[in-house]
């Protein structure tokens, strides 16, 4: 199969760590709902490297920020285009959109979408 994922990286601060997981258990059972193959959120735990950039340099915290890498799994690119259709046409997400505080700056997240290159 095909597949295709998207990917996000998001600077989070620590304090907004049990905000952000309720949002994320929301939406991710929606985007399910709608079709996802998988739906995955992970909270940063060993972030800092010496010889490399590091998540946290990577997505620009600052003192009381974590990292949240996280990524949705579809069929293929069109899969992903009709599931995210569906997801943002869904009233669970327009409320969550319009009635809930971010608990990051949507401005700082990293986003894509990617082909499945190896798969082992």
């Known amino acids: 199969m095909e597949r295709y994922v998207d990917g996000f990286v998001i ?8 905000d952000y997981k309720r949002i994320a258990d929301k939406a991710g059972a929606i985007w399910k709902e709608h079709g996802a193959l998988e739906y995955w959120e992970c909270l940063g ?15 620009d915290c600052s003192a009381g920020e974590t990292v949240v890498f996280s990524w949705i799994v579809f069929e293929s690119r069109e899969h992903r ?19 809930l505080a971010e608990p990051f700056d949507c401005k700082r997240m990293v986003y894509g979408g990617f082909r499945k290159m190896v798969e082992l």
């Open 11 to 18: 600077p989070l601060p620590m304090d907004k760590v049990d």
């Open 45 to 59: 735990d060993d972030l800092d490297s010496n010889d490399m950039v590091s998540f946290r340099k990577a997505a």
């Open 81 to 99: 285009d009709k599931v995210n259709a569906a997801v943002m046409a869904d009233p669970r997400i327009q409320e969550m959109m319009t009635n």
